[in-house]
C-alpha cells in the first residue's frame, strides 16, 4: 500500500512557477508509474504529466507540454512537478497518482493509489 502526500501548491501570478513535490511512503516505490492529474472546479480530472518507474520515459497533456516538467527521486520516495508560465487556466487541485505498472496512462481510473492534492491558484 502506497501513501502519496502533495505539497507546494500556493497562489501565484501569471507567468509565475512553482514546484509540487508528491511524497510517497510504503510500498517499493521505485516499481511504481506516477502521474500528476488536475481537477478544477466543474470540471472533471485531468491527467496532467507521468513518469516511468526509472524516470527515463515521461509523457504529458498538450496543455503542460513546454511549460511542466516531472522527475523523481526514489532514493527520496519523492516525485516533483516543476510549473513555469503558469497561466489562470492552469488554477487546480492537483492530485498525484501512483500505479504498480512500467506504462504512463493517461486515464485515471487506471491508478490506484491517489494523494488528497494540493491548491494551485494563479492569478491574471
Known amino acids: 500500500q502506497v501513501q502519496l502526500v502533495e505539497s507546494g501548491g500556493g497562489l501565484v501570478q501569471t507567468g509565475g512557477s512553482l514546484r509540487l513535490s508528491c511524497a510517497a511512503s510504503?510500498?517499493?516505490?521505485?516499481?511504481?508509474?506516477v502521474a500528476w492529474f488536475r481537477q478544477a472546479p466543474g470540471k472533471e480530472r485531468e491527467f496532467v504529466g507521468g513518469?516511468?518507474?526509472?524516470?527515463?520515459?515521461?509523457s504529458y497533456a498538450d496543455s503542460a507540454k513546454g511549460r511542466f516538467a516531472i522527475s523523481r527521486d526514489d532514493a527520496k520516495s519523492t516525485v516533483y512537478l516543476q510549473m513555469n508560465s503558469l497561466k489562470p487556466e492552469d488554477t487546480a487541485v492537483y492530485f498525484c497518482?501512483?500505479?504498480?505498472?512500467?506504462?504512463?496512462?493517461?486515464?485515471?481510473?487506471?491508478?490506484?493509489?491517489w494523494g488528497r492534492g494540493t491548491q494551485v491558484t494563479v492569478s491574471s
Open positions: 497518482a501512483a500505479r504498480r505498472s512500467p506504462y504512463v496512462v493517461t486515464a485515471a481510473l487506471r491508478y490506484d493509489f
Open positions: 510504503g510500498g517499493t516505490f521505485s516499481r511504481y508509474v
Open positions: 513518469i516511468t518507474w526509472s524516470g527515463g520515459g515521461s
